[in-house]
């Protein structure tokens, strides 16, 4: 008999289906019967729930015994007698009703209706007799009710002590019961097992021989035409089944696979000379954008060289070097936005160092001034000093001339008098001088003031001025020290100009009072040791102040050649200055890319 592979795989699955739909059956009867809350487990149940509840209380009176016999002896607590009789009594008949309905055994269930009789009849006693006795405390009446239950009592005792032999039975046939069930479960459940076993054993080695290994041998021979190999015949072709027309489907694979073999060839050659021709015209078209997008950046390139930031490439360019096209517009938006930047910033330079310059010129000027005046008050204070020390020599002299004056009291009046003249030349001069340093005092401060201007515009015109301003810097610094030294000078002049009015003053009374020089000899003496002392501290005094303006005409001097050196770096920097601006003068920017910066 020769099955189909359907067939087979069907009657495989069949057997697998029934093994285990025996399996399962037994499995649940076992589980069933074994399971908590099932049949077995509920007569165990049974069997201990009856022995829990002959046992005292609910439905063994034992309790209830004991409750009578205590309510005789403690007459005071007979309503607490009488209500815990009453919760016994329905505690037995809630129990005893329950037992009616759980499927007791018929033996038990006859046994059990024999107590629930002796216990009826004991609680009619109790209900009839011993509570209204023990309600009125009649102790006799109550005491013979007692009489009557105690035989009660007793019979209802040997009941209940049989119930409790039938009960432990009960429990220990229903523990063999669950064990004997077990045994048969478990010994179903090993022999389905097995069967199961033996089936997948035998249906895998049919699936084996019948379909595994002839799919293998077709399988192997897929594996050979899909690596090209046509040259064998397809196996499995004579058998009935879907192997044999798997096979029989290869072989019309492999035949119609030739067929398309040859096709294939003939259309690939035809292919691969379209294809030439396509990707020449492929290449042409590529090179003919790229010498596009190259023509299109090589003009923008050289606007760019040319100076023209404005120009921007506006052709579109194939969407692969539209990201170029984008690159290259927004460098010159970019490059442009600086340059017009630059040009402001190099227009403002230009302005600020002509300013320098034009300020650094007039102060070079100034300062020549400053040191002519400068010389003509050394040549003046030269002057000064040797008249002062005329005056010292020829106070000595007449010093030395006193021990003689009194033979020449009438030349006295002519010596007053020239005196009295040098001593009105010193007061010129000293007003002279006095003049002259109130001039370098103004020259000093207008110096200063030229000096600060310049100190603010090389702060305008930032880095490029730094080297300037330190210059300016110094400049001030010098014309502040001219102004103090010209100040104490104007200080030593006025204190000299003082001596000199004393010294015309005491001439002039020595030629009013000449007269009297002869009886006044000895004071006339000592008024020439004054005037000689004055003289000589009027010539020291001259001699410092000809040292400081030697000093002045010194700085004069280095403060002039700081102002042509300061000149000459504005000149400079106005040259480069105006040497920027030509650059970038050279290149084309937009009227909005400086008004921006303006702004």
């Known amino acids: 008999m020769k099955l189909r592979l359907r067939d087979a795989l069907n009657l495989f699955a069949g057997a697998l289906l029934l093994g285990f739909i025996l399996a399962s059956a037994t499995a649940v ?84 209706e024999q107590s629930q009789a002796e216990a009826d009849a004991f609680w009619s ?89 002839p799919l293998s041998k077709v399988s192997a021979y897929m594996g050979q035409l899909a690596a090209g190999d046509f040259s064998q015949e397809v196996p499995m072709q004579g058998r009935a089944d879907e192997v044999g027309e798997m096979a029989r489907s290869v072989a019309n694979f492999r035949t119609a696979s030739l067929e398309r073999q040859a096709a294939k060839q003939a259309e690939q050659l035809k292919q691969f000379q379209d294809q030439d021709w396509a990707a020449e015209m492929a290449r042409t078209e590529e090179r003919n954008l790229r010498q596009q997008v190259v023509k299109l950046l090589g003009g923008g390139l050289q606007q760019l ?101 009194r033979t020449m009291v009438g030349k006295s009046s002519a010596v007053a008098n020239e005196a009295m003249t040098a001593m009105e030349r010193i007061d010129a001069s000293s007003r002279q001088i006095g003049q002259i340093i109130t001039v370098i005092d103004e020259i000093a401060f207008q110096t200063n003031l030229l000096a600060l201007n310049a100190g603010v515009e090389a702060a305008r015109a930032g880095e490029a001025g730094r080297g300037f301003a330190v210059v300016a810097q110094e400049v001030r610094a010098l014309a502040q020290r001219s102004a103090d030294a010209a100040k104490e000078i104007k200080t030593l002049v006025t204190e000299s100009s003082d001596s000199v009015q004393s010294g015309v003053g005491l001439v002039v009374r020595v030629g009013e009072e000449l007269s009297g020089v002869v009886d006044h000899f000895g004071r006339i003496e000592d008024l020439v040791n004054t005037i000689a002392s004055a003289a000589r501290h009027q010539a020291v005094g001259l001699a410092e102040i000809n040292n400081a303006v030697g000093q002045m005409d010194q700085v004069t001097q280095q403060n002039a050649a700081m102002v042509e050196q300061t000149t000459a770096a504005s000149h400079n920097l106005t040259r480069e200055a105006s040497e920027l601006g030509a650059l970038i003068q050279r290149f084309t920017v937009s009227d909005s890319a400086t008004h921006d910066r303006a702004a």
């Open 29 to 112: 009867f076992s589980l069933l019967e074994l399971r908590v809350g099932g049949p077995l487990s509920k007569k165990q149940a049974h069997a201990y729930e009856l022995l829990a509840d002959i046992l005292p209380p609910p439905l063994y009176l034992v309790e209830a015994m004991l409750s009578v016999h205590h309510g005789v002896e403690d007459l005071g607590q007979a309503k607490v007698t009488l209500d815990t009789l009453a919760t016994l009594k329905a505690q037995d008949e809630q129990r005893r009703d329950y037992w009616q309905t759980v499927g007791l055994p018929k033996e038990i269930l006859a046994t059990l």
């Open 125 to 213: 006693v109790v209900d009839q007799k011993y509570a209204p006795a023990l309600k009125s405390g009649d102790i006799i009446a109550a005491n013979r009710s007692i009489s009557e239950l105690e035989p009660i009592y007793v019979r209802h005792r040997k009941i209940i002590d049989g119930l409790a032999i039938m009960a432990n039975k009960a429990a220990a046939d229903s523990v063999l019961e669950a064990e004997r069930t077990t045994k048969i479960a478990f010994a179903l459940l090993a022999a389905t097992t097995l069967m199961m076993l033996v089936l997948v054993v035998a249906g895998s080695n049919a699936l084996r021989n019948f379909v595994v290994i």
């Open 305 to 405: 060289a040319e100076g023209n930031l404005t120009q921007r490439i506006t052709a579109k360019f194939p969407r692969e070097f539209e990201c170029l096209r984008d690159d290259f517009n927004s460098s010159l938006e970019i490059l442009e936005e600086t340059m017009g930047r630059v040009l402001d910033s190099t227009s403002a330079v230009d302005s600020g160092s002509r300013e320098i310059s034009s300020a650094s010129d007039d102060l070079a000027r100034r300062t020549e001034q400053q040191a002519a005046s400068l010389e003509e008050t050394a040549a003046a204070l030269d002057q000064v000093t040797a008249t002062v020390r005329q005056t010292a020599e020829n106070a000595a002299e007449a010093q030395k001339a006193t021990s003689v004056s």
